[in-house]
Nanobody, 123 residues
Framework: VQLQASGGGLVQAGGSLRLSCAVS????????VAWFRQAPGKEREFVCA????????SYADSVRGRFTISRDSAKNTVNLQMNSLKPEDTAVYYC?????????????????WGQGTQVTVSS
């Protein structure tokens, strides 16, 4: 399975962006998909995740209420709608597919990663 992230860019604080993760190749219909992010000089951190059925989600406290993860099964994509963006949201955002059906925040459970897309929020 391959993942391709897109949709990053430069936005002012308070603005919105929508990221997409296209999943291709052998598709695992029972695997969770997550978004992680990595800011310069910091470790890669969990942002949010969704199970492939789309009926269960999990969010980091820092983004809950502002970010929404969703899936489009017809297009094999997982989307991340980011609203009320803050400068501290600036990072490279990665989508990743887990080896489990259940949502997990453990990076080691995610074995397939997209290439990352830059999100920059100016103050």
């Amino acid at each position: 399975v391959q993942l391709q992230a897109s949709g990053g860019g430069l936005v002012q604080a308070g603005g919105s962006l929508r990221l997409s993760c296209a999943v291709s190749g052998r598709t695992f219909s029972n695997n969770a998909v997550a978004w992680f992010r990595q800011a310069p000089g910091k470790e890669r951190e969990f942002v949010c995740a969704i199970n492939w059925r789309g009926d269960s989600t999990s969010y980091a406290d820092s983004v809950r209420g502002r970010f929404t993860i969703s899936r489009d099964s017809a297009k094999n994509t997982v989307n991340l709608q980011m609203n009320s963006l803050k400068p501290e949201d600036t990072a490279v955002y990665y989508c990743a597919a887990a080896i489990t059906a259940a949502i997990t925040r453990d990076k080691s459970m995610y074995r397939r990663w997209g290439q990352g897309t830059q999100v920059t929020v100016s103050s």
